[in-house]
């Protein structure tokens, strides 16, 4: 009590200025002032400034006397975003035309009078018999009475004659066939059905020596009936 009276004798005998500056130092450890110079030697570096009497160091800290706490800011950091465009991959997909089996329109009746003619049939897309001048092999024969590309263009089917016939697989008569060897003379013709016990194909065929005809092809020939298949053709 004695210590409270003495100061607010001491504010009532010099300047409210002083006495308030004093009062902050001594009661409430604040450095009192009265003009931003009274604050310089306490900030020492920092920018000084006399805010309601007590000096402020900075813009926005409040330095208390005898080193209480100081408030400082929460600094925040802008977080900075790198978008990456995103890339679109193109793939590229090559499509492969199907296959179609080899068809002729009205070969069936075409072949019976080649066959009754005696007659070769001759085709330039085929290739020539060996030391003539004749289109006249067994492929002639087919890609006549069908309309049909180079040999070439033939590909061969899943399953051999021999499985047709002895499965029992159902496919027209005067269905063109060939065999497909890679290094061998091949033979083209025209199915026209299995033999009786499932043994053979009867087959309508020519080649460079003789005209179209009906001949059976069996496991025992040459060509043999499990090498020959239903002729397929790229579009």
């Known amino acids: 009590m004695k210590t409270d009276f003495f100061y607010f004798v001491l504010f ?13 130092d001594e009661i409430f450890h604040v450095h009192g002032c009265g003009h931003d110079s009274d604050c310089v030697s306490w900030c020492k570096s920092e920018p ?29 950091t802008k977080a900075h975003f790198t978008t990456t465009p995103f890339k679109t991959t193109h793939k590229t997909t090559t499509t492969q035309q199907p296959l179609v089996k080899l068809e002729c329109s009205n070969q069936k009746i075409s072949v019976i009078e080649s066959i009754a003619e005696n007659l070769h049939v001759e085709d330039s897309r085929a290739e020539l018999c060996p030391g003539t001048t004749k289109h006249q092999t067994s492929e002639a024969f087919v890609m006549n009475k069908c309309n049909s590309k180079s040999r070439s263009s033939w590909t061969q089917g899943q399953t051999s004659l021999k499985t047709v016939c002895s499965t029992q697989l159902t496919i027209p008569s005067y269905t063109p066939i060939s065999t497909f060897y890679k290094s061998e003379e091949n033979v083209a013709g025209f199915f026209i059905a299995c033999t009786d016990v499932a043994d053979g194909i009867k087959v309508a065929v020519q080649n460079c020596s003789d005209p179209p005809k009906v001949t059976t092809i069996t496991e025992t020939t040459s060509p043999k009936m499990s090498d020959f298949f239903i002729i397929y053709e790229r579009p």
């Open 12 to 24: 009532l005998s010099i300047s409210s200025e002083q006495a308030l500056c004093f009062i902050l």
């Open 48 to 76: 000084a400034h006399c805010y309601f009497f007590r000096c402020v160091c900075s813009d926005h800290h409040d330095n208390f006397h005898h080193g209480i706490k100081t408030t400082t800011p929460v600094q925040t």
